[in-house]
């Protein structure tokens, strides 16, 4: 894509008589690979990550299923009475 755009304005310039030379390109791409020689962290604050004797904070464990309690096997409980504690009163007035 970028090679494509660099062709389509080096045509232009030449039609028009003009011609720049294209060192954007060639400048982005290097500045793109170099970009990945650079280290992941700098020493903006704190203790150096690859230092072993770096003091770093606790770790902690928690469950991420602790309140599960499990309902199998549960007998079955006599249907008419969990349907009748579920279902809505009848009302007195009519």
């Known amino acids: ?12 310039s030449a ?6 030379p294209l060192k954007w390109p060639l400048l982005a791409v290097l500045a793109l690979a170099l ?3 650079m280290p992941a962290t ?8 690859a230092d072993p004797a770096a ?3 606790r770790v902690g464990y928690r469950s991420t299923i602790a309140p599960y309690t499990s309902l199998r096997p549960a007998t079955p409980g006599p249907w ?4 009748d504690a579920v ?5 007195q007035d009519r």
């Open 1 to 12: 894509m970028l090679t494509l755009s660099g062709a389509k304005f080096a045509a232009a």
């Open 15 to 20: 039609a028009r008589g003009r011609h720049f």
């Open 35 to 37: 970009s990945g020689c």
């Open 42 to 49: 700098t020493q903006i604050a704190g203790a150096d990550p």
């Open 55 to 57: 003091k770093v904070a």
């Open 80 to 83: 008419r009475d969990r349907n």
């Open 87 to 91: 279902a809505p009163q009848p009302k």
